[in-house]
């Protein structure tokens, strides 16, 4: 359903019904696990994934970016140059 590297790549599934009467497929909440990053200061231009190919080399793990920060909307990490986050280097 996702591919390996994708953070939801290992939630489980539940069959749940909507409000309408149909069944569906839903993820499980998923569970950060916490893990420690290094502060860095936001410049302009600045996105998760690019932080990410930077850092580790893999502009799709900028998700783990976001965890680090417990960020449910990850461009909100990046808006204001000047703020700080934390950046994991695994």
Known sequence: MFLPNSRYAKVATVETTTSTGEQVIALKL???TPVAGEPRMVEAGDRLDLL???????ATQ???VADANTALDGRELTRAPGDSLDVPRS
């Open 52 to 58: 990410a190919h930077k850092v580790v080399n893999d």
């Open 62 to 64: 900028f998700w783990h």
């Open 30 to 32: 998923r569970r950060l």
